[in-house]
C-alpha cells in the first residue's frame, strides 16, 4: 500500500533518540529548550513552548487567551475536531466560519460577516481559530485586520503547515497571529511521534502558555506568593496540565528540523510533479499552485474529484493499495457539535467536502508511486 502520508526517519534521528536515551533526561532535560530554539530560529517567532501534542497546544492557546464558559470562539468549518474541541475544553460556544469552496481555507467574507452581525448584537468572539488546511496558509492580513477592528485574539492552527509563507512570512513568525500552534504527528511537516508546540511573541503569552503546559507551577521566586521559602519551594498559581514535551520526542524533533527545509523542498517539487502528471485530468480540479511569498508546505496534496464520484474513487483507489484520505467532514457533523447545537450545514464547507480527496504526498514518495497514484486517479475520474 502506498500510504497518503508518512514519516521520514533516517540514521540521524536514530542517534539522537538513542543518545538522549542514555543520557540523565528522558524529560524535562535540555533538549525541550534546544528544540523550542531550533523552531524560534526557522520561524523568527520570539517565544516557543513544546507540548505533548497540537492538541494541547490548541488548548493552551485558548487558556492562555482567557477563553472560558460564556465566551465565544469562532473556528473554520473544515478542519480536524481539535482546532474546535479546545474551545469547548474551555467551556466557551464555537461558531463555526464557512469555508472557501475550492481551498477549505477560512472565507474571509463569510468571516466579516459574521462578525459585523455580531457586533450588532453584542456577542463577538474572544479568538478566532483559523486552519492553514493543507498547508496553504488561510488570508492572515485579513484576519489580522479584522481582529484589530473587531478586537479578538487569533489563534493560527498550523498543524500542516510548517515552512509556509504568507506574503513572504513563515507560519509562526507571529506578524498576524496571536499564538501559531504546530503538530508534530507523523504526518505531518516534522515529526516528534506524538508532539506540538505553541508560539507567540507576547511574553505574557508565553509565560502562560509555558506555565500551564507545567501543571500551572512556577519555580519563579518573583512570581510566588511566599518568595522567602527554601530551594525545594514552589507554588502552583493556576490550574494547569502535564503538557510537556518529553526530551526524547524533543531529540527527534531537533534532529528532524536540521532536515525541514529538504523535506519542504521534496513536497513542493513533488505538487509541482503532480501539476504537471493532472494537467490533463478532466474530471478533478487541482488545488492552486504555490505564487511567490505565497508557498505551500504541502501537507496534503488535496484534489477535488467531480461528478459525485469522490466516495467511489476513494474506495476504488484503496483497492488498487494506493492510500487516499478525505480532510475533513465538517467539525459542525460531528454528532458531538450536532449534539450540542443544530448546527446548519455551511455551503463552502459541504462543497468542499464532497469531493475532496488528498492523495499520496510525502517526502519519500517515489517518482514510480507517484506516477502510479496520478495514472489510477485519472483512469478513474477522467469524463
Ligand atoms: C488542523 C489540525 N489541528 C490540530 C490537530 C491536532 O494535532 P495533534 O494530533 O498533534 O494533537 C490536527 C491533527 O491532525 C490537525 O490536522
Not at 140 to 169: N, Y
Not at 252 to 278: C, P
Not at 283 to 306: A, N, T
Request: aromatic share 10%; with cysteine.
Amino acid at each position: 500500500m502506498i500510504p497518503y502520508s508518512t514519516q521520514s526517519i533516517d540514521a540521524t534521528d536514530y542517534d539522537a533518540v538513542l543518545e538522549t536515551l542514555s543520557s540523565p533526561f528522558l524529560t524535562c532535560g535540555p533538549k525541550v529548550s534546544e528544540f523550542e530554539d531550533a523552531v524560534c530560529a526557522f520561524t523568527s517567532a520570539a517565544y516557543a513552548v513544546a507540548v505533548n501534542s497540537c492538541t494541547s497546544a490548541l488548548h493552551l492557546a485558548m487558556r492562555a487567551l482567557g477563553v472560558s464558559a460564556g465566551d465565544i470562539v469562532y473556528v473554520s468549518a473544515v478542519s480536524f475536531a481539535a482546532s474546535a474541541n479546545c474551545a469547548r475544553m474551555c467551556g466557551a460556544d464555537v461558531e463555526f466560519v464557512d469555508v472557501d469552496p475550492h481551498s477549505g481555507l477560512m472565507d474571509m467574507d463569510s468571516l466579516e460577516q459574521m462578525l459585523s452581525e455580531a457586533s450588532d448584537s453584542g456577542r463577538l468572539p474572544k479568538a478566532v481559530v483559523a486552519v492553514d488546511l493543507s498547508g496553504r496558509c488561510v488570508d492572515l492580513k485579513r484576519l489580522k485586520e479584522l481582529s484589530l477592528r473587531f478586537g479578538f485574539k487569533v489563534v493560527e492552527d498550523a498543524a500542516h503547515s510548517l515552512g509556509a509563507t504568507f506574503d513572504g512570512s513563515l507560519t509562526g513568525s507571529g506578524k498576524y497571529a496571536d499564538i501559531t500552534v504546530f503538530s508534530f504527528h507523523p504526518v505531518k511537516i516534522i515529526t516528534t511521534a506524538e508532539g506540538g508546540m505553541a508560539l507567540t511573541n507576547d511574553d505574557e503569552l508565553a509565560l502562560r502558555l509555558r506555565e500551564l503546559s507545567s501543571h500551572g507551577i512556577t519555580h519563579d521566586r518573583e512570581r510566588m506568593t511566599n518568595k522567602n521559602m527554601p530551594a525545594y519551594y514552589y507554588e502552583m498559581l493556576d490550574l494547569g496540565y502535564n503538557y510537556r514535551m518529553p526530551d526524547l520526542l524533543a531529540a527527534l524533533g531537533i534532529s528532524q528540523m536540521r532536515r525541514v527545509n529538504v523535506f519542504l523542498q521534496a513536497r513542493r517539487q513533488k505538487a509541482k510533479m503532480y501539476e504537471e502528471l493532472l494537467k490533463d485530468a478532466t474530471g478533478i480540479e487541482l488545488p492552486e499552485p504555490d505564487r511567490e511569498g505565497f508557498e505551500s508546505s504541502w501537507h496534503l496534496y488535496q484534489v477535488w474529484v467531480k461528478n459525485g464520484k469522490r466516495d467511489a474513487v476513494y474506495q476504488a483507489m484503496r483497492e488498487k493499495k494506493i492510500g487516499v484520505q478525505v480532510h475533513y467532514l465538517p467539525i459542525y457533523r460531528h454528532p458531538y457539535y450536532q449534539k450540542l447545537k443544530n448546527y446548519p450545514p455551511l455551503p463552502g464547507a459541504e462543497r468542499f467536502f464532497a469531493g475532496t480527496l488528498s492523495i499520496p504526498l510525502f517526502p519519500t514518495l517515489s517518482h514510480l508511486n507517484q506516477q502510479l497514484a496520478a495514472a489510477t486517479l485519472m483512469s478513474l475520474t477522467d469524463e
